[in-house]
């Protein structure tokens, strides 16, 4: 049996900023080496103090996500990820190095997908409650 040529890899991908998918992937590979890193059990990780706050991260986050479900493809250009991080006052590698240093500390990262989820679940409801969409009794 002869399996198809595959096509070259898109290369278009490969070359986009990171985004929220892959902060997730991210945030599963640091939680999964689980602190290879410097610091022993119980350290504190000196770049904590350094990282943006949780509420800018997850208003992030939500923001992207938000403005990525609208998209057709699910994918932002550049130009609106980088007016949403502009308007917020936040850069790509501060959301990424959020998730490098929290990742490891599942409940603290569970606490932060929560916000998440309650967050987009509230602006979901507000957006499919009654009378919208066409919904009105």
Known sequence: MTLPAE???????????????LILLLLAGVSLAGGVGGCGPGDPDPRIAATIPRETFVQAYVELRVAALRNPEQRLPLQVRQRILDRIGVTEEELLTFAEVWGEDFDY??????????IMRARRDNTEGPGARGNSP
């Open 7 to 21: 096509s070259p890899p898109d290369r278009t991908r490969t070359a986009r900023r990171p985004t929220g998918a």
């Open 109 to 118: 990262m569970r606490g932060v997908w929560g916000e998440v989820d309650s």
